[in-house]
């Protein structure tokens, strides 16, 4: 089985192309978990299947480290664009991507060899009320800036969906923050019926934050698109950096540049990059 390994700002995945190798009832979760194991595979943050559409150019499943299935992926979907690119799949520089999360709209930006070096990404609408996130309390009220109580401890949350769950904190030294301790305990609450990712966000300036996140079935990662998005979301609703304006997050791996705009779409910029080609052997994987 051919793969690429590939990542945005670190955040790293094992891709699989299936619009050239379908994988039919294949248990996707097993598959996942064995291929980003350091010991049964090359090891990642998760695993990404780039698939034929019925309601998009193409659809991006993206699995995380434990098997679990994600519902978008800001870096993939840098990643996959990129792929489908310079693999000359797409020939336009604009196309949509179907993800579980909803169609998002990806513009690439090739050099003079035709080779992607950056990629625009329409995210969508950020969903904010407790019903889409999902999490438990009334549903049609948001939860921006909310004491809420997590086992024996209790957090200022705002809670954001980018097609995924994130909840945010804001803290004075996200370097500070114990992040492995903390996560775990907040992505398995119960008040996340499907669990969440955490971003821990530091604010520099009314355009600039740092990002740190404990990713939800994948632990602490170097970077998270859809989480940076979240974490400008929250920021913005909290009147703690100017809308509408574009904002640079600060993440391990690198930065991105987030812009929520006047139509409530969030804008994602960044970089993909390829780490190498494979070949799983299937007989130790089946
Ligand atoms: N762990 C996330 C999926 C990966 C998101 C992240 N890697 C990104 O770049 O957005 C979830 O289960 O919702």
Redesign the pocket.
Known sequence: MQFTKMH?LG?NYIFFNLLEMPMDNQDFEQLARTVSNVNTGIGS??MILICPSEVADYKMR?F?EDG?E???????LRCVAKYLFDHMYATSTAFSIETLGGIVHVKVEPDKKRIVQSVTIDMGKPQLTKEMIPMKGDPETQTINEQLEIGERSFQMTCVSMG??HAIIFVDDVEAFPLEEIGPEIENADLFPERV?LGIVQVKSRHEIHYRVW????GI?M?????ACAAVVAATLNHLVDRYIPITVHLPGGQLTIRWDENNHVWKRGEAAYICYGEFITDTIF
């Open positions: 945005g955040n943050d998760g993206i995380n679990s994600g519902k978008n992926c800001g870096n993939g995924n769950p990712n990713e939800r079935g994948s990662t970077a998270c698109g859809t989480g």
